[in-house]
């Protein structure tokens, strides 16, 4: 049987050199909202038994970095992916640049494509699936090849350079227009920003075009009715026209094909019609949802398995006690993760579990020019809009998400799994 040991150093060799025989492990898959967190709320419960000699933790994830991606929608991307190697140092985790491949949960052992080229095995004690979602992109003809996406940060660059680039091209309604699939979060913030971000590149004279198309029969379908008819109205004052109760049928180099049987001439396709939990959550055994999540108990261990905690976009956790269960979101990862983390140090360090409940639900959605607007509860009640809402909005996006300071101890003392920001 493999001995239970974390990584002092990975070897050529890819066998994982083990710091002492007796050294339990901690490893974490992802350094995104969940996974950053995950690793401080384990290191603080870790400190809080004084076991630090006895318990080492890892984070793999391509870069010591966590992308901000609820802004990956601006023009403006400097700052994106703060770098968060300081943090993990100052708190005593451990990063490896690397992408986890394969997850062996009997064996209690992953494969990591290491950054340098080597494929490595690393063992664990207590594994924290953190590795977030991908974009959902179904097999439409010309998807991959001719449309856009703000999912990831090359994404976000790619889309910025090509809109740049619109100013070199002879003037014609399809360089003016651009079309966004999917009316989701990320959809109407981006098509509430595209406007600004096309006469910012091709003068206030051009006549601009940004269409939203989304195949249910009304846009924002996600809210609810009086918050949709503010988003409505703010994007028809940004100058957003609507294509409803039409999908996508195929994407081309001069535009794109709706299910109505229309056509729209466009240089310029963005797809953000939806995420799915990323592959690896396929890996662990156990019940999963239609987003490809893994349905989590109370204290978010993978049902099913007895070493694996999963955590934010990649769980099916219920935030309370009527039905509701976390989304895709930053919000909901950052709790994700202080409980995942603490939980999977606790077990190991003799600490009380933690149960993840995060009743507090809210949203707030940038809508360009026009502000922003600011709902509370599921029922999505409407609290703030336009000025008031962006500020807020601001206050979110540039603060309260990014990741603290390198400074251990007031790392620790917002790690806690009880821990949750709120307006």
């Not at 708190?91 to 209690?108: F, M």
């Not at 703010?234 to 026209?241: I, K, Q, R, S």
């Not at 390198?406 to 799994?417: I, K, L, Q, T, W």
Request: hydrophobic share 45%; charged share 20%; glycine share 8%.
């Amino acid at each position: 049987m493999c001995c239970r040991a974390c990584a002092a150093g990975i070897p050529s060799s890819g066998i994982l050199q083990r710091k002492t025989p007796m050294r339990k492990h901690i490893l974490i898959a992802g350094s995104g909202f969940a996974g950053t967190w995950a690793a401080i709320s384990a290191a603080r419960a870790v400190a809080l038994a004084g076991k630090e000699a006895e318990v080492a933790i890892t984070v793999v994830s391509p870069s010591a970095n966590l992308v901000i991606r609820p802004r990956l929608y601006e023009a403006v991307i400097e700052d994106m992916n703060p770098d968060i190697k300081p943090l993990l140092d100052a708190v005593g985790v451990q990063h490896v640049a690397g992408t986890v491949t394969e997850i062996s949960s009997d064996a209690r052992r992953v494969t990591v494509a290491r950054a340098d080229g080597q494929a490595v095995q690393m063992h664990y004690d207590k594994f924290v699936l953190a590795a977030g979602s991908q974009l959902f992109t179904p097999p439409i003809p010309g998807l991959h090849e001719h449309s856009f996406n703000v999912d990831q940060l090359e994404n976000a660059r790619k889309l910025e350079a090509h809109i740049r680039s619109l100013a070199a091209r002879t003037p014609t309604g399809a360089r003016n227009t651009v079309v966004i699939a999917g009316s989701g979060l990320t959809g109407i913030e981006t098509a509430a920003d595209m406007g600004g971000r096309l006469k910012a590149v091709l003068g206030d004279d051009a006549e601009i075009r940004v269409i939203l198309v989304e195949q249910a029969s009304t846009i924002a379908p996600h809210l609810s009715a009086a918050a949709r008819a503010v988003v409505e109205g703010a994007l028809a004052e940004c100058g957003v026209e609507f294509k409803v109760g039409a999908g996508v049928v195929s994407i081309d180099a001069q535009g794109i094909e709706l299910s109505s049987g229309e056509r729209v001439e466009s240089d310029t396709i963005v797809w953000t019609a939806g995420a799915r939990a990323h592959a690896l959550a396929a890996q662990i055994p156990g019940e999963h949802d239609r987003l490809g999540r893994l349905v989590a108990d109370a204290c978010l261990r993978a049902r099913g398995t007895g070493d694996i905690f999963v955590t934010g976009d990649v769980a099916r956790a219920a935030t309370d006690d009527l039905g509701h269960f976390a989304l895709m979101s930053c919000q909901h990862a950052m709790s994700l993760g202080r409980v995942a983390g603490h939980n999977a140090a606790a077990e190991l360090v003799g600490l009380p579990l933690h149960s993840y409940s995060q009743p507090k639900y809210v949203t707030c959605l940038d809508l360009g020019p026009w502000g922003a607007l600011y709902t509370e509860g599921w029922g999505q009640q409407v609290s703030l809009v336009r000025e008031d809402a962006k500020s807020l909005k601001r206050e979110i996006t540039t603060k309260w998400i990014y990741p603290p300071a390198p400074d251990r101890e007031a790392a620790f003392a917002v790690a806690n799994p009880d821990f949750v920001i709120v307006p």
